[in-house]
């Protein structure tokens, strides 16, 4: 009796024929992925982001069972030798060297723009222009004005049937989906409480150079646009409504460091012997209220010593509560109040089991996933998003409603912290 | 070879008779407790503090090798019965129904004040103009003008070999203790972030009673000064310097709650059916900064569903990164930055060995103390500060900054948030 | 609505003046303690276990409500002015060098008895002959031989009215004590595994010294009698049922040790300069059976380099499993396996609510209790024992069924670790 | 001055040009990848761990900088529309249905063998034989006997330039790679204690269906063939000897499951209605000895409810300890025994860090990697093996060892647990 009690989800992937686990090939499969059209993908920039894409797109249509065939068609970048380099290591057909070109091409369907932000705005209206699908690295712009032009240029595209997705990939880590389905289930009640961090420590020492991650006029802002903007998009997504206003203090703790010894993007010809100045946060904190009622607090930061990938959020409602931290990618913690004093605490759901979102097309349960998977689950929602026409989340509006937030940190930071509504 | 690189604490208690464990009598204990001078307490108060002062002033010489022997001589409380009944379970050898009493007997030599925030500054003032050693719970007051007065005349009493110490418990934790002293030695380094929340969620269901502690007039305030209260002054006892500024958000989710069926300390033939108005905050978020540069976030709050007594704090520095929970108290987890990136990670120090603080005294490696024995520490320290004249720490003084920085956060709240410095 | 789904136990001890936690006197203590029954304690031994007696006997009527007065009356150990720093230090009023003379007391009710496992069988039989009731440290003795006739005498003094128990202390952790409570309801379902380790590592420096704990005349075995005998008892408490065979492997990593520095008990007129022979196991590891079927696996060592108290045990049953470890004493970790897949993980429980095994009495939720508090519980449950004439857990024959685990042990080992069923 | 003691090697990949990451083409990859010899890989069976070998494969190259440019040439298995659909999923360019065409075949390098163990040794023999190398998953065969023939044509195939490598997978975790490097420096010292659990539920329900791996004929055992094998491996591995000698325990605690409704391989035309009986072990419990005197436990089980991919292991040296855990395979946890005591713990080290072992291919730290990477680590180490005539780790004879052990645990169980040696 106590055996019926087990759910049938517990299964082994070999257990039967009729498995759509990896394990075997789904029953929908029944034609070739070469039969199903194809997504002809245009990749702009070739580095970090670039990398993590190109696994995405790989791998998508081999796990999931995807309406449309993603083909790594073009990769573009200024360099022509470390384009075709990078073509060769990650697996595109064929290279531009400058991105208009790119964007003009007819054999491309969608452009995927992997570069810093300031050039994120021109590719993608550009692209949006010439009828492509488009998906952009978050943050979706380095201002507002800009990112208002896109979501706009977003908008009207999708009336003529082009999707335009801002690459906010910690939407889909499994844990976090479950945690978004959870809470609009209304396991979590009233939220009360929302606590984010994202931490890394790879500014700690002041010798560390000075990336172009580290100057305003590409990166935007520091630590507030690369890991704030993830972690304001994660806590409007999973709270389920944007933030109301923010009261925010930001810090530049090392205001010189020395200049990259190569050539960087957009700094040619320096010295390398000379130092240069930071021009954006090194750190930032920020309490906010969403309109609910519920009180968050953000902090951001590359000065947490021991810290690698922190992202850490936790939401207190009055049924329940739920945690995550990035660091454990493959789990989920959550607290049922519902549940007898006696017997309550906050459980460790190993994020692995078919019912988990993403998780029925992957391995069996305690085989956890990776980062990279991330940016696999992003490319098969593209994928079906523009093969069914829907309203690809998060959408540049939501790019947009980000951006804001950032500009009211730094507005509130600038005034002395003083709490800054935020417009919708 | 490898085993003389271990180092020779890890001992047993039955190892030898030179053991100066729990396990034997310390060599210096050659004469009888009885022998030495007694330090005869009164006990103001005997709630939920009263027992775990008790516990303190019972235990104290029975661990530690004390200059004097405390003697649990009064325990005052309006109530005759009940404080009559308070003193047969906590053993104390006689009562007193009124504190002024209590405080011009002559066979008492300190005052424990245990009782809420409201008459602290009226007991502790005159305790001290009785020439008593004074030992007060936190917050030090209600205002900063009490904690003013208090802290003046402490420091006059101190002058007349007096000593006045405010009950901040948590700093005696011993992984709190061991904490600090890592910090003065600089394994740390310079400080970046201080990130401390004080999580517990006993107010979460909206039917709770009005206790006490939801009235303005007799807590002072809520979480922030309960919860608060405790952080704020371990977060400045751990970085050793104090607050320079706040911006603060505060709220109260739930307005109205049903008032206790019971008569209540203050609330006199109150009909059992209604509800009255909670006049405290439910929850206290604030940013800040230390003079010295480091970025400081703080939460107090009773809505935390499944987090019951969760003070965290996590400080990063340019060497290292301490973190700490007060549900696993004795744990303290370090990040040493200064390891090769290889070997380095936060690791999990169980803080009962005979070279942390206060564990010299009590059990072998891993049987670790609980909440309870922070009331030993602190009455250990204080015999010791009175016997050798030493200022105590934390001082009224400490009170009063810790007082200061309350109001500030409460004026911050008031005023839109807006960064608020905190006066020295 | 959702409030109401909250229980009721979450409470804070200030609540009311119902409250029954330490913050209050318990309603039922109308009469002082002074007017109950006294329970006159003679103890045997003043080394570690005779501290933690001590803390035990001292703390028991001061938390809980019980129906005898505890009273220090004796101490009693061979040298003179030892026994008498002894009685100082831990409180007791009187002081014997010879056992014969402490069991001959008429002004004694209950022996303790906290010395070394040689001289258990001799003390306790004497002690149940002169009419006292016995708390005897574990384990019971150092024979199957010893320990049979120790049940006997014990069963024939229940008889009469004389309470013996097996001080097995760490059934009395609440979160030990939680977990039977769970097993018995049914929470798990029929039982699969058992795991148990218990890990030290304060020999792994081969220069510790030889004390008495390693010489297999006075403690009768090495981990296996001191560790392995918890984890044995803990192990068939929590399944409910004794093991029904073993196979055994047991080793003994450092054979010569330096003999210790000074005089120790038994050991008279030692040059310092000399070694000894290790004459117990170092280490025993062994599977098992229970008579149900469930499997076993234990493992008791002093050689686990970093772990200090690892008491560690799952149970993995056909409708959950739970998890104990001791060097976090205040939580249980519970998989509740008829949960939903996408919901179902291991929690952990924070065993300090009111509902969990001995907590009604301390303090509120997430103030954690320490390694010592298991005595004043196994203080509490013998004194209620004692006064309402019940059997008490663990009795002699527990601690006698202990013995004949360890007995196969020791034989399976010697005999090429076949499989040695264990009598009952 | 604390900055420079930061190490150099924590950078963020998007830190300068000359990045080696996964954010940039490597320095030696002057050329295209299509420029190298390529590594026609056939693949025996598309199951879960055909899923998981695609995966390494069509990843390994574009990742690492390898020597030979591996290709999916054909994937084989007996049902022809299942296997072309498992090309078409997993990206195969062709397709065979009786492995002896595959093994014959002139454009195949590698045969890949993904199929049951029943199976190993005749598919692996043929393709020595026709001299391709060969890559076989574990366990390495069903009997000493069929491991033993494989080995000694392993070991002649390398005399001629072939490579045959054991698909141990979990050596490949860049954490437990780490953890052999810390071995093999000395880190830990002298082992005393290794402790090795593989727990899994699958099983727990009766009512899950008799599949192949609960079939002796198949399987050839159950737990210990399939997680057994793994740790047996594991341990071996990182303590760098094999074991010497066991004392073991099995046990099948479901022995009749309803037979799977569809047609399974080896299982034509049941009805859906009956039941049949597992005939291999549900669980496996092991004492052993190393022969440098280490005591070692081992656990394999498919019933410990809540655990999902449980593979632990904890090492114990004089110097210090290292555990891991799969369900958290980016971290590794270290005790080193050297450290002072107050500062001593066990660290939590995010495998992450580009010092670690198949790290610097990957992303930043604290971006973990998943399950399939092993299978990545695995092609890459293979087809260096392969281009530079290196023995393989683990090699065939790597794999018979494994047999002995899983052979001298069966031999144990049936003869009452005894002691039962290991031939080498």
Partial sequence: ????????????????????????????????????????????????????????????????????????AVICGRDAAAVRAAADRHGWASTETDWRA???????????????????????LAALA????????????????????????????????????????????????????MVAEGRLGRLRHVRVTYLQDWLVDPEFPLTWRLR???????????????????????????????????????????????????LSAVSSAGTGEVTVDDAALFTARFPSGALASFEATRYATGRKNALRIELNGERGSLAFDLERLNELSFHDGTEPGAEAGFRRILVTEPDHPYLEAWWPPGHGLGYEHTFVHQARDLVHDIAEGRRPEPSF????????????????????????????
């Fill in 1 to 72: 009796m106590t055996g019926s009690a087990r759910t049938p989800h517990v299964r082994h992937p070999d257990q039967d024929e009729e498995d759509t686990r990896m394990g075997q090939p789904q029953q929908q499969s029944d034609g070739t992925e070469a039969g199903k059209p194809p997504l002809r993908v245009g990749m702009v920039g070739y580095a970090f982001m670039g990398a993590a894409h190109s696994q995405g797109w790989r791998t998508a249509g081999r796990v999931f069972d995807l309406p449309l065939n993603p083909v790594q």
């Fill in 102 to 124: 790119l964007v003009e091409r007819d054999d491309i369907d969608l452009v995927d723009i992997c570069t810093p932000g300031d050039s994120h705005a021109e590719i993608a």
């Fill in 130 to 181: 010439a009828g492509k699908h488009v998906l952009c690295e978050k943050p979706l712009a380095n201002t507002v004005e800009e990112a208002t032009s896109m979501a706009r240029a977003a908008e009207e595209a999708y009336a003529r049937g082009q999707v335009a997705m801002v690459g906010f990939n910690y939407r889909r880590v499994p844990a976090t989906a479950q945690a978004r389905r």
């Fill in 216 to 266: 305003k006029e590409q990166a935007g802002s520091g630590s507030l646009g690369d890991l704030g903007a993830h972690i304001i998009d994660l806590a409007q997504y999973l709270v389920g409504e944007p933030l109301a206003g923010v009261s925010a203090l930001t810090e530049t703790f090392v205001r010189q460091r020395p200049l990259p010894t190569g050539a960087t993007r957009g």
């Fill in 397 to 424: 509006t939501d790019g947009l409603q980000v951006q804001r937030v950032l500009a009211a940190v730094e507005e509130s930071a600038e005034k002395n912290s003083v709490y800054t509504p935020i417009a919708v």
